[in-house]
Each structure stands twice: as structure tokens, then as C-alpha cells.
């Protein structure tokens, strides 16, 4: 009996002021309501934000197939570039319409009857093309845990979700070597600091064959597309899916990769 | 339970109500406190007692289960790494030290409750083949003057390398179990083992059936401790040991000051990098700090009818081995 006692003074113990905790400790924000500022939010003291960088890096290096790493190293280091990015989606007329509007795209949020009644060679249609033959779906793209801005989480969360119509825009498939060639176009365009850091190390792990076709060619065509085009994170792709993709492109001044990665490895 | 030992351990709480809590405001405890000390419980005691922590969320307690067993259906695959990389392999001393606190002789019967992935099982198991071989060396040594086909007989015998020890694995938890399982294959520990799924609060097991009951490192996860307790009291044979390895409070305050920036600066993180799961790493963490101190824990194992019940802290405290014995 004088346990039950004590079951029911142990919540009550464990508030703060108790003494037992210090002050330094994160109470989950969960049981207390405060810190949390979007709904998959964890707060992060600035230690585990830099545990959690080099953590992610050096795993991500490890298991390449770990993309929930590369997307915890976008968070805890883009803080600044975020914040640049923001900015200037906000100056551009179509980009501050996104910020305001916050589209998402998921499974959920796309027509995907209508995109595939749309006709050949129009934008809406490749992407559904690249979705179907590469295998993915848009709902595979982790939320944002660690930005301690509402703005900033959503304008990563954008970029991740427009990562495959970079692919789709650049034509790359997502082998490793694609995946190269896009980060290399999104570190020129972004200069979010995990972009230049995959752009970097990624092609760590390729055979001498497939460096060689990068570094020679695919890689500056990247760059050079990269620097032409206006950022696509200002996109509004939603409201683009009838564009056909080479008006899209000539738009965005891309041109045709050099040579097929498909058969890289 | 004994009415004149209850009044004084009421009395006991009624001191000790007052020293944790100065500014204590439940309604109608206080007053009716030193005049009907074995009277019912008040209203607020009662709305409170079904509801429970959960790491420092309050949760009801039919939650409670249900979210626990979700932690570590996700966490078991990667559970034996984790604790490696959490405690930098000193988890293994504490088992260790818990087999060498319990000394089994061989022909021990064990129960391991909680026991997921078999740590326990398998030292245990060790630890007895170990004694049984010594046990059979010494008699060989001691049997000089047999002759060369009396002693080939021996070595042909086909006996039980275990003595007759035998540890039963139990566990809440589905996934655990099946780790646990596919270590013992990996192990080569074939005999001696089984393993049952089962709730600590209510154990599927007769009375007075085990020589030793151990749980590491699971009680604290349980939604009523006390029930657990009891449950242990009932199984073990009259003799027989309870033994607790747990997290307790730290007693040197340098050491639990970097224990707290450990556990809640780098372990959530470590569970994010290592296993992707942020969430159940900050749930462990938190459950170690709800977990009453070693003094309060020794009180609820003596409430469960076990008596001697002593403890020895590890680390500085961060591990504490509870023991007790049903006489």
C-alpha cells in the first residue's frame, strides 16, 4: 500500500525544481508544450547539432544507402544558407507566392490521374515517367526534424521535394553517379553546405571508369547548367505540369547531358 | 500484508511525504493523513494512479505497455550495438559482476525476465558449464588409481555439460525474443535454454519453481513495478534470489553531472545516427531518471516479502545490483 503512495507522488517528483535534473537537460518539449515549432520538430542544444553533423557525415559516407543521414546533414548545417535561400525566394514573384502558399508534394497532394493524362513530352508527364522507371515515390522524402525555424524547415522540406525534378529537369537517373551530377547543380544553385559535402565526397566510392566520365564531362556540364539557371527552388512546378519539359528547359537555359550515365556504375 | 507493519511504514511515508514535498497541496491527503492512516484513499490519489511516466511524458497506463513494447520492437535489431556504443562496452562488466554476485552452482534453475536478447542466458550458461567442468576435473584428479578403460568411460559418458542448470528467457517482447534466438543459434548455445514470451506483472509460471530470478535492465520499463516484484516473490522457491541490475541515481555529483549531459546530449543522438530513431533513445534516457533511487527501490523489494535484500552500486551509481532472498 505504501507503494501506491509512492506511485502517485513520482510524477509530481519529477517536475523540474525537484532537483533531480540539470539544467542543462532538454525536457522533451512533448510534455511540456513549448520548443516545438512544427509538427515532426525535435529542439537540439547547438552540441547536438554538431554531434549530429559529423555523425551523419561520417555515416552517410559509410552507407551511402542511409539517405536519412543526408538529410540530418542538410539540417544541422544549412542554417545560414537556409536563411539566404529564404531570402531570396522572398524578392523573387513566383518564389515569395511559394512561401506564402507552402505546396507540398506527396502522394497525397498530387493529381496523379491527371498527370497521366497529360500529353507526351510535357513536364508533368516525364516526372511521372521518372517516378515509374526509377521506382521512387515522392512520399519517400524524411520531414524535417532539426531546423529550429518554422520557415527555414519548410523551405528544406521544398528543396528535398524538388530534388527529383531536378532529376527529371537535368534528365540524371538515381544512380549513384546521377545523384552526383544533381548535387553538383544543387551546390552550385543552393550552396547548401551537405550539397558541396556529397558533391565532394560522393564520388569517393566509384570505380576509376565512371570518375573519369564525371570529372571530364558530366560534372562541368552540372556546374555550367548550375550557374545558368535560376534557382528551382523558385519554381512553382505545380502550376507548370502542362509546360512541355524542352520549353521548360530552354526556359531555364539547360541543356542535354553530354553523355548516358545510365551505364555507369 | 500485516496490519501493525503497514501502519509503520505509513508513518514512515507520512515523514517522508513531508520532506520531499514542503509546498504539497493535494487536496484532502494532508489532513486526513496522521488521522486514518489505513483509511481510503482520497479522490485526487485515485484519478492520479492511472496515469504514469512515460521517459518525462504522462501517459495512462494502458498507453504505457503499449508504447514501450513499440520502442523496443524498434530498437531490437540494433540493441547489442547501441549498448556497446552508449556504454563503451561497460555494460558487459555490470553482467558480468550480476553473474559473479549470483555464483550459480551447476543444477541452478533461472529465471530471466526481461531477458530479450540472452546476455544474462548466456553468461549464466557459461558460468555453469565452466563449474561443472571444474567440478568433473577435480573428480577426475581426485580418482588417480582407476584404470585407462574405467577413465575412457567416463570421458564417453555423455552427461549433461550443464549439470542440470537451466535458464528460462522471458520477455514482453516479440523482437527481442527473436534476436535472442538467433544469437543462441549463432552462439551454439543449444541446450539448457528456453525461451517464453511473457509479462513481468504476471508471470506464466507455478509458485516456487526458480532458484534465482534476475531482471537487467527491464524493471524500470515496467508499468507497475510493484506487481512485477510480487510476481518474483511468487515464482522463486523458498531460498531462492532475487537479483536487480539497473540504472540508479549517481552519488558523486561531478559524475552525474556529465552522466546528465552523456545521456541527454549524445545517446539521442548516437540512437539517431546509428539506428535512426531519435525517439527511443530519448525515451531510455528519460526512464533511467524516473526510476526511484536505490534506497526507494530496496523499500518496494522488501514490500514485496523478500528479506536481506541489500545493494551495491556500480559506476559511481549510474548501475545498481539489488538482491534479495525469499525466506
Redesign the interface.
Known sequence: ??????????????FPGSG???A?????A??HGAGILYPEH?PT?P??KA??AA??AV?ALYDPY?H??VA?LGETTGRRTLKFLRDQMKRDPEGAQILRERPRISTSTLDLGKLRSLPEGSFGCEYLRFLDVNRVSPDTRAPT?FVDDEELAYVIQRYREVHDMAHTLLGMPINIPGEIVVKWFEAVQTGLPMCILSALFGPIRLSARSLQVLVSELVPWAVQNGRRAPCLLNLYYERRWEQPLGALRQELGITEPPVRVEGLV | MAAPRSWALWSLCGRGLSRVMPGCTIPGLRSSWPRSPLGARPLSQEKRATETHFGFETVSEEEKGGKVYQVFESVAKKYDVMNDMMSLGIHRVWKDLLLWKMHPFPGTQLLDVAGGTGDIAFRFLNYVQAQHQRKQKRQLRAQQNLSWEEIAKKYQNEEDSLGGSHVMICDINKEMLKIGKQKACAGGYKAGLDWVLGDAEELPFDDDKFDVYTIAFGIRNVTHIDRALQEAHRVLKPGGRFLCLEFSQVNNPLVSRLYDVYSFQVIPVLGEIIAGDWKSYQYLVESIRQFPPQEEFKEMIEDAGFQKVTYENLTSGIVAIHSGFKL
Open positions: 500500500m505504501a507503494t501506491l503512495l509512492r506511485g502517485a507522488l513520482r510524477p509530481l517528483r519529477a533531480r535534473l540539470a542543462d537537460v532538454p525536457l522533451r512533448t510534455s525535435i542544444s552540441l547536438q554531434l549530429l555523425g551523419s555515416m542511409r536519412d543521414m540530418v526534424r
